[in-house]
């Protein structure tokens, strides 16, 4: 648990900065979250679980591109899920949203063909991160794919140092995996295959990956 009684990070640090999140995140997310869409070559008929959604931009996004795929989003913060909840109203669009945590996943093994995540894991600790992926391989169906936006090892010092706020908001302790450029590593450790990291965008904040992975069609796992 976090210094506020909670075992997540909320989406900026702090429950009463989580109504500012849309407005500004705005500026930058419509740079990735379409390409982590198609990246995912999401079918008619998957069913895609948006792990830690937030306010569901990411899982809206993947319900307009695919409207024949069930799309469920996740997220430990029930006041996030509230607002999550009215943009899907208004959209009009049929998604599920669901309360619990990424390393305790409610759902049964193979429920899922996709699962996509965005700006998560450096919310996360070394062994959550794990716990999640462990959790992660074992929802996703054989030959499922997990598709990751975040932040990944900075490409040069600038991105270094523009990184640095984002380590002062959300955490040294969950955010230096990610700056290491780790995340590949962790996914191996977790059994995934075929991993890779496809793009990276230098931001105003630092480098932003786009990852992918695999989880085999037999593993020694239990599936
Ligand atoms: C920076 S926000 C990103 C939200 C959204 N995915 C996006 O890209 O806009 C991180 C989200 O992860 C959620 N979160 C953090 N740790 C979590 C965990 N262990 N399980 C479920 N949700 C978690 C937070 O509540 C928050 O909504």
Redesign the pocket.
């Known amino acids: 648990m976090n210094q506020n009684g909670m075992?997540?990070?909320?989406?900026?640090k702090h429950n009463w900065l989580t109504p500012l999140?849309d407005p500004l995140?705005h500026w930058f997310?419509s740079a990735f979250?379409p390409q982590l869409v198609k990246q995912a070559k999401i079918a008619s008929g998957h069913r895609v679980l948006?792990?830690?959604?937030?306010?569901?931009?990411?899982t809206l996004l993947i319900k307009q591109t695919q409207p024949d795929a069930a799309v469920v989003g996740?997220?430990?913060?029930p006041n996030?899920l509230e607002i999550a909840k009215a943009k899907a109203a208004k959209a009009g669009l049929l998604i599920t949203l669901d309360q619990?945590?990424?390393?305790d996943l409610p759902y049964p093994d193979n429920s899922f063909d996709r699962v996509l995540?965005?700006?998560?894991f450096?919310?996360?600790t070394r062994e959550?991160k794990i716990r999640?992926l462990k959790e992660v391989f074992r929802v996703l169906t054989p030959n499922g794919e997990l598709h990751i936006?975040d932040w990944g090892k900075a490409q040069n010092a600038l991105m270094r140092m523009a990184f640095l706020p984002v380590q002062m908001l959300?955490g040294f302790r969950t955010t230096a995996d990610n700056v290491k450029g780790l995340l590949p590593g962790l996914l191996s450790t977790a059994e995934f295959e075929d991993i890779q990291q496809t793009v990276h965008y230098s931001t105003l904040l630092g480098t932003l990956t786009l990852l992918q992975a695999r989880k085999p069609v037999s593993s020694n796992k239990k599936s």
């Open positions: 075992n997540y990070i909320p989406a900026l999140y995140i997310e979250k948006d792990l830690g959604c937030g306010t569901a931009t990411l996740l997220d430990g913060d996030i619990g945590m990424s390393f995540s965005s700006l998560v450096h919310h996360l959550n999640t936006a959300d």
